[in-house]
């Protein structure tokens, strides 16, 4: 055993002293190459006592790294996240000039601008050689991990899995659909999904409910129920709110409403973790949770895990390099697609390139970190979300070279992870998964030259603005980044409606809503005939329109379409009429909808070309979900082999009865967690962080 001992010491020596060496020769070239950068005295040096100035200036680097980097970010921490990660350079910069200046005979000097290149390119290489050395020895690898895994457990009092069954990682690919992931496994684009399927894993195909987006589905998967989620956003009557999944206050108060109605905390109540999600899943370990973000406290545990991710320089400096990388990749990428007149297309200049890199960048790492985190924690239950395709196929189309590659990162992001899990102090069943899929199209407004909200103010008789004005892309990333500079989250115009009698027009994808809001309760057919004889047939007979749905008097709700047609709710067929081509199982999914007491006045479903699979959604997308037709509505699901095979899987709350099911296998039943504060606590509707 002592000789044991000596060894691993003798290795650790060893690889500080290779890490030291590297970094002394990395000052060393950066003082030759850049002309600020100097470690001599202004009459010179030899050689030698250069090469020992800069073993110096890297020891103390490296020393104030591993010491004061820590302290530094947590005094930051009611900083923004965002703005944390762009002080990354700053602060590592700063370390970089005292280091210089414990130099003896200040021989060490740099102005600021070359501090912060040297400091940047010193971390990113000591990372990469640390790395090499761990990768080259798996039984220290091991160690590492296992002595990560224990201080961690240690800090939380856990016990880390002792009871020697699997835990089980739900990993969600946002926006992936089935036909989305076959394609990429064809493709070669993701080999590590590829080496599963048939393996290890089984791939099914799942169908969403009406409202295909991230809000509908995940709180279906997380907490059991969606019911009343007409949208992505909605307006309610009764309140005079306006809904909008992805606002923390809205994402907090449906929350509330699915364990009000389910009496269970959620599938994550029982040693659970929600990494990056909408909602909690009842989980105690959070990080970026959006229905937790509302909560201005100081140390607020849904912005924890950038905190704990940038705590480590070499992860800040990596992550800060790579979005700057992404944001450039952006600008070319739209630059080229412009160049070469692709369409569709949509603009994607302003803030866009940073909230893309935001995305495919600063969240992946964090959030991947953070399961990596929970992982070597032992911990049972762990559901993250990654939302990088999602947020490029919205802007990029589902079906282009930008959201191809980011697949191929998911891709290298989950091999990781299933290396990790080969080293965590428990056994992990690794269950992928997503929440919908994207339709490809040309914008309703893009292809017909005027948007939803002009057709019904034209259709209502109302004046329509000679410039249309532009409709926000819900993309969830957006709103993410407002979060994390602690801005308000608002939604255009939306937010602040007009005279009470004009109506409110929302769009969600391809699914559009308007209401009618001085009119209380859903407002009828006949009352609609009233008040504006054309808007139903104006929006019924417009070529980009599908179908609508109503409340009659007289026959109850009804599916209305072109040239007149008119068909009863309870008497709709998924192959015959207006839903015909919309696949198996929409008319189901239209009739629960048209039971929700919030539904809309009028639902809107854009047209679908069942040849292209197009859709047209009703905001500034090329990529889109939240309606019927296509590839939205059949997201995936990949379980191992080992669980019990799903049947027919349809809508969000089944994925959560398949879901729970599988953790009772793994380690017996899942007892609610339903204490007081979960069950009672109320976000105040439209409040934003």
């Known amino acids: 055993m002592d000789q044991r001992r000596w060894r691993t010491a003798g290795s650790a020596v060893l690889r500080v002293v290779a890490v030291w060496a590297v970094s002394t020769l990395t000052m060393l070239a950066l003082a030759g ?16 006592r250069v090469a020992m100035t800069a073993g110096w200036g890297a020891g103390a680097f490296g020393l104030l790294t591993a010491l004061v980097w820590p302290l530094a970010v947590r005094a930051l921490l009611l900083v923004p996240a965002l703005v944390l990660g762009l002080l990354v350079f700053f602060l590592n910069g700063s370390l970089l000039l005292l280091a210089l200046s414990l130099i003896p005979d200040g021989r060490g000097e740099a102005n600021a601008e070359t501090a912060v290149v040297v400091a940047a390119v010193m971390s990113a290489v000591a990372s990469a050689t640390g790395a090499a050395l761990a990768v080259r020895d798996d039984t220290a690898y091991r160690r590492r991990l296992s002595r990560l895994a224990d201080r961690r457990r240690r800090r939380s009092g856990e016990d880390g899995g002792g009871s020697g069954a699997p835990g089980t990682l739900f990993l969600q690919l946002d926006g992936v659909g089935h036909a989305a992931l076959s394609r990429a496994v064809d493709e070669g684009l993701m080999p590590t999904v590829a080496s599963m399927i048939g393996a290890t894993h089984r791939l099914d195909a799942w169908r969403t409910d009406w409202s295909s987006q991230t809000g509908a589905s995940q709180i279906g998967i997380l907490h059991g129920s969606n019911h009343d989620i007409p949208a992505f956003r909605w ?6 709110e306006l809904m909008v999944s992805n606002r923390p206050a809205s994402a907090a108060e449906l929350q509330r409403r699915a364990i009000e109605r389910t009496g269970d905390g959620g599938l994550l109540t029982v040693d659970g973790a929600s990494r ?18 509302a909560r201005r406290e100081k140390h607020n545990r849904s912005r924890a895990g950038y905190f704990a991710y940038f705590s480590d320089p070499a992860n800040a400096v990596r992550t800060a390099m790579s979005f700057v990388a992404e944001v450039g990749r952006e600008i070319g990428e739209s630059t080229r697609s412009r160049l070469r007149r692709d369409s569709p297309r949509i603009p994607r200049g302003g803030l866009y390139p940073f909230i893309r890199a935001f995305a495919t960048v600063i969240e992946r790492d964090v959030v991947v970190a953070a399961v990596i985190g929970d992982m070597l924690a032992g911990r049972t239950a762990v559901y993250a979300d990654l939302v990088a395709y999602d947020e490029v196929a919205h802007h990029s189309g589902p079906r282009s070279g930008d959201a191809a590659k980011v697949l191929r990162r998911l891709d290298r992001s989950l091999a990781l992870l299933a290396t990790v899990a080969e080293h965590a102090p428990r056994a992990y069943r690794i269950v992928l998964l997503s929440d919908h899929g994207q339709s490809p ?32 892309s819900g993309a969830e990333a957006r709103y993410a980044v407002r979060v994390a500079l602690h801005r308000p989250v608002l939604d255009g115009e ?4 007009g005279p009470e009698s004009d109506p409110i027009v929302l769009a969600s994808g391809n699914l559009g809503l308007i209401s009618f809001p001085d009119v209380p309760g859903r407002m009828t057919r006949e009352q609609l005939d009233r008040r504006h004889p054309a808007l139903l047939s104006t929006l019924a007979n417009h070529p980009g329109i599908g179908f609508l749905l109503v409340r009659s008097e007289e026959h109850g709700s009804v599916v209305l379409a072109a040239d007149g047609v008119e068909v009863p709710v309870v008497e709709l067929a998924d192959h015959a009429g207006p ?9 189901d999914a239209v009739r629960r909808t048209d039971s929700f007491p919030h539904v809309a006045d009028v639902m809107v479903n854009s047209s679908y070309d069942p040849h292209t699979g197009e859709v047209h959604a009703f905001e500034e997308q090329i990529g ?9 509505s059949h997201p995936f699901l990949l379980s191992p082999l080992d669980l019990s095979a799903p049947g027919e899987l349809v809508g969000a709350e089944q994925i959560h009865s398949t879901l729970r099911g599988w953790l009772r296998e793994c380690e017996g039943p899942q007892v609610p967690l339903d204490p007081p504060h979960q069950v009672t606590e109320r976000a105040v509707p439209g409040k934003t962080a």
């Open 624 to 632: 889109s979900h939240g309606g019927l037709g296509g590839e939205q």
């Open 235 to 240: 307006y309610e009557k009764d309140t005079g």
């Open 579 to 587: 839903l015909k081509h919309l696949g198996e199982g929409a008319a």
């Open 33 to 48: 190459i850049l002309p600020d950068f100097q470690l001599e005295s202004d009459d010179g040096d030899s050689l030698t």
């Open 441 to 472: 199209g040309e914008t309703f407004e893009g292809a017909y030259g005027l948007t939803l909200k002009d057709l019904v103010r034209a259709g209502s008789g109302l004046p329509v603005p000679r410039r249309a004005q532009r409709t926000r």
């Open 276 to 293: 990056g999600n909408l909602f909690s899943g009842g989980a105690d370990q959070l990080a970026l949770v959006l229905s937790k973000a």
């Open 494 to 497: 939306e937010s602040r409606p």
